[in-house]
């Protein structure tokens, strides 16, 4: 259970008079004029899956992506659209809204459709409604998912107090106006969602560090606290080096992957410090914390990340980054912790099992994962994603709504695969294609020697509170 903190302050909190609403929705325009001004500031920041501007449902190139997301409010209006543009594709949005609406008329909820080859998988978060249309071997649950956090990566810039309290005001109300300039967040997140192992297991990452340098950069933080501070974060890229929490406070790993999300889709935090509203949906729904973030070193990979309750707090925020990187400096921990920036994964090969290529392993107490740096035979970003694909169709499988398997082992002309789930792990392993079952049995003992040998280097074992 998520507590939130009792200094938390709910800024989108609904009126109780008819003549207060428009005041409530020109507040919510502040939010929107927070957003274009990032947007400003991150033009250049272009995501591979960038959407084709010129593409609509009569184009061949439309069809020929893989898999599409489509959000839209209850009343139908467009809103988000992976490709394309929500105008080119309004009537097609409709069509779906009336699915939705018919099947709802008959006192029945609307899950999947499921024709030619094609999954269509409909999420309703009202007053929103989400679509996933794919022709990948992704499961019902698993596009659910991924419609999930698309869900929350818009409720992270609106919170639901105010999404609904718009939407209860005008029920056709296009929500574009207030959500302009924030596309580019659930274009990368929709990019992460296919190669992010993290946002598949439920779990993230850390930057291999000793123990012991890693517990006096968290020690560092946890002196470097104030009054209003909630979660102290330091990343290294994709990786999280630390995390230290108000006491009887937890960060769930989807609202971790949003924090993630938004440092990783723009440069411009490079360029000084930054302060922005963030709702954290999975802990509070209800309204914004506000967030420092900040790299330790222009040139560095390191950025911190401080989330404070009070929203005039910048320069008491600025004032603790201070403090936590002038008690840092002093330690060998930074060194140590520059030089492990140098080498940030690890080789499969340090593992010594010759014919495995590629694992991920999740430890379910701590919510954190560890996996090696990808081998030659997988650099490539097809390669990558169709490994990708593989992981996620046998998370599939362990993890099937009626039929969940314990294990499950696969072999193919490419490369033969295992997955093992327990009650402490989950397990994925990539193998060459000579390889055998028994083989595959053996590694995973020796794996699990090597993980348990690794493991205050890999994960995060004593977490520190305020």
Same mark, same amino acid.
């Given at each position: 259970?998520?507590?939130?903190?009792?200094?938390?302050?709910?800024?989108?909190?609904?009126?109780?008079?008819?003549?207060?609403?428009?005041?409530?929705? #020109?507040?919510?325009?502040?939010?929107?004029?927070?957003?274009?001004?990032?947007?400003?500031?991150?033009?250049?920041?272009?995501?591979?899956?960038?959407?084709?501007?010129?593409?609509?449902?009569?184009?061949?190139?439309?069809?020929?992506?893989?898999?599409?997301?489509?959000?839209?409010?209850?009343?139908? =209006?467009?809103?988000?659209?992976?490709?394309?543009?929500?105008?080119?594709?309004?009537?097609?949005?409709?069509?779906?809204?009336?699915?939705?609406?018919?099947?709802?008329?008959? =006192?029945?909820?609307?899950?999947?459709?499921?024709?030619?080859?094609?999954?269509?998988?409909?999420?309703? %978060?009202?007053?929103?409604? +989400?679509?996933?249309?794919?022709?990948?071997?992704?499961?019902?649950?698993? +596009?659910?998912?991924? +419609?999930?956090?698309?869900?929350?990566?818009?409720? /992270?810039?609106?919170?639901?107090?105010?999404?609904?309290?718009?939407?209860?005001?005008?029920?056709?109300? #296009?929500?574009?106006?207030?959500?302009?300039?924030?596309?580019?967040?659930?274009?990368?997140?929709?990019?992460?969602?296919?190669?992010?192992?993290?946002?598949?297991?439920?779990?993230?990452?850390?930057?291999?560090?000793?123990? /012991?340098?890693?517990?006096?950069?968290?020690?560092?933080?946890?002196?470097?606290?104030? %009054?209003?501070?909630?979660?102290?974060?330091?990343?290294?890229? #994709?990786?999280?080096?630390?995390?230290?929490?108000?006491?009887?406070?937890?960060?769930?790993?989807?609202?971790?992957?949003?924090?993630?999300?938004?440092?990783?889709?723009?440069?411009?935090?490079?360029?000084?410090?930054?302060?922005?509203?963030?709702?954290?949906? =999975?802990?509070?729904?209800?309204?914004?914390?506000?967030?420092?973030?900040?790299?330790?070193?222009?040139?560095?990979?390191?950025?911190?990340?401080?989330?404070?309750?009070?929203?005039?707090?910048?320069?008491?925020?600025?004032?603790?980054?201070?403090?936590?990187?002038?008690?840092? /400096?002093?330690?060998?921990?930074?060194?140590?912790?520059?030089?492990?920036?140098?080498?940030?994964?690890?080789?499969?090969?340090?593992?010594?099992?010759?014919?495995?290529?590629?694992?991920?392993? %999740?430890?379910?107490?701590?919510?954190?994962?560890?996996?090696?740096e990808f081998p030659e035979v997988y650099q490539s970003d097809e390669e990558q994603e169709r490994l990708m694909g593989l992981y996620q169709d046998l998370h599939s499988c362990l993890h099937h709504p009626t039929r969940p398997l314990r294990s499950f082992y696969r072999c193919s002309e /490419?490369?033969?695969?295992?997955?093992?789930?327990?009650?402490?792990?989950e397990l994925y392993l990539c193998f060459s294609p000579l390889g055998t079952k028994a083989l595959a049995v053996s590694a995973v003992t020796k794996l699990l020697k090597w993980i348990r040998k690794e493991e205050d280097r890999l994960f995060i074992l004593s977490p520190l509170t305020y």
């Open positions: 259970m998520f507590v939130h903190a009792q200094s938390f302050e709910d800024l989108t909190a609904e009126a109780e008079e008819e003549a207060r609403r428009e005041t409530e929705l #020109d507040k919510s325009g502040e939010c929107a004029d927070d957003l274009k001004a990032l947007e400003e500031q991150h033009s250049n920041d272009v995501s591979s899956e960038a959407r084709t501007k010129e593409e609509d449902v009569s184009s061949e190139a439309w069809r020929s992506h893989r898999k599409h997301v489509f959000v839209l409010s209850e009343a139908g =209006k467009p809103i988000y659209t992976r490709y394309g543009t929500e105008e080119a594709l309004s009537s097609t949005m409709g069509v779906m809204m009336a699915l939705v609406s018919f099947v709802e008329a008959e =006192k029945n909820i609307i899950r999947s459709i499921h024709a030619d080859g094609c999954k269509v998988v409909f999420l309703t %978060k009202s007053p929103l409604v +989400l679509v996933g249309v794919s022709r990948t071997c992704q499961s019902d649950k698993e +596009l659910l998912r991924e +419609l999930q956090y698309i869900y929350y990566q818009i409720v /992270s810039l609106l919170t639901l107090t105010q999404l609904n309290h718009i939407f209860q005001h005008k029920q056709n109300y #296009d929500l574009r106006r207030l959500l302009a300039g924030s596309e580019y967040l659930t274009d990368n997140l929709l990019h992460r969602l296919d190669r992010d192992p993290g946002l598949l297991l439920s779990a993230v990452t850390c930057l291999p560090l000793p123990s /012991s340098s890693r517990d006096v950069v968290s020690s560092s933080l946890q002196a470097a606290k104030s %009054k209003s501070l909630v979660f102290s974060i330091l990343l290294a890229g #994709d990786r999280l080096v630390t995390l230290v929490r108000k006491k009887d406070q937890f960060l769930h790993h989807i609202d971790l992957h949003l924090v993630f999300n938004l440092v990783g889709s723009s440069s411009s935090f490079r360029e000084g410090e930054g302060w922005t509203p963030i709702c954290l949906p =999975k802990f509070n729904t209800a309204g914004f914390f506000h967030a420092h973030i900040s790299y330790l070193e222009p040139a560095s990979e390191l950025c911190l990340i401080l989330v404070s309750t009070d929203r005039e707090d910048f320069f008491n925020m600025s004032d603790c980054k201070k403090r936590f990187l002038e008690r840092l /400096s002093k330690r060998t921990a930074y060194t140590a912790l520059k030089e492990a920036l140098k080498c940030p994964s690890y080789s499969v090969a340090q593992v010594g099992i010759p014919e495995l290529r590629h694992f991920l392993y %999740k430890s379910k107490s701590s919510g954190l994962y560890t996996s090696p /490419s490369e033969n695969l295992l997955a093992w789930v327990t009650s402490g792990f």
